[in-house]
């Protein structure tokens, strides 16, 4: 009786091979055991405690962050921040190579409230 040749390794070739890197929000919340919805229940609660009962995060707005498709606003990205104890930079929402310079470069030319406000947000960043 006529047996086929057993296909070795080298008859295989690898075609296509990626690998989806994971972004530093999702792998905190992973580590975590969350699901997404767990984290946008977590922030949801941090804002209402804060007073701020007006607001519309879901687990789309969370994937929507951890894919890149959207940045947190401001409000989110402090709560998410403090959940995970950790700054925007290490969370993804900021590039790392920014420096305080570039920052205060930047603000120079906005009115004095706003650098103000910036100012205090620059150093809270790193």
């Given amino acids: 009786m006529f047996s086929p040749p057993q296909p070795s390794l080298q008859d295989f070739q690898v075609t296509h091979v990626t690998t989806n890197p994971i972004s530093p929000l999702k792998y905190q919340r992973l580590l975590r055991g969350w699901s997404q919805n767990d984290l946008a229940v977590e922030i949801y609660r941090r804002c209402v405690l804060e007073g701020n009962v007006s607001v519309g995060i879901t687990s789309e707005s969370v994937r929507r962050w951890e894919c890149g498709i959207h940045q947190p606003s401001p409000v989110y990205r402090k709560h998410i921040c403090a959940i995970f104890a950790l700054n925007a930079v290490q ?14 470069t930047d603000i120079s030319t906005n009115s004095a409230a706003c650098q103000g406000e910036l100012h205090i947000s620059s150093q809270n960043l790193l």
């Fill in 91 to 104: 969370l993804g929402f900021l590039d790392p190579y920014i420096s305080n310079r570039h920052i205060y």
